[in-house]
């Protein structure tokens, strides 16, 4: 790879080299928070998906470091595909909440009619 493209590889990736810490921190938060909630019972099923966010999250950290120093584009391709698949995990985690708070408000709503007898 010519000295351009590896300079051009840097400049692309600094946003996210300059941001590697807060990567790490929301990384290791996460994994934590994960070992936290696999203590109960019930947050023994869900456990696994804050890890698993938080070990792509701190993949993608170390990734952008290595394009930064090396300008290697196989780091850098890593790099943006866990990070792409750090924010498709929330995505469709926003999307199962959602989904649950709406079924949420519809049954208390159907609740409330039913206690007020289907008056308005």
Not at 37 to 55: D, E, K, Q
């Amino acid at each position: 790879m010519d000295h351009n493209s590896q300079e051009l590889l840097r400049d692309l990736i600094e946003p996210l080299y300059r941001g590697k810490f807060w990567m790490q921190l929301t990384g290791v938060m996460l994994i934590l928070s994960g070992v936290l909630t696999a203590l109960s019972i019930v947050g023994l099923i869900v456990a696994w998906i804050p890890i698993w966010a938080g070990w792509v999250l701190m993949q993608a950290a170390g990734a952008a470091g290595r394009v930064f120093e090396s300008g290697d584009t196989r780091d850098m391709k890593f790099a943006l595909g866990r990070l792409k698949t750090y924010f498709t995990i929330f995505g469709v985690l926003i999307l199962i909440y959602l989904a649950i708070a709406v079924g949420g408000m519809l049954f208390g709503a159907i609740g409330m009619m039913g206690m007020m007898g289907g008056s308005w």
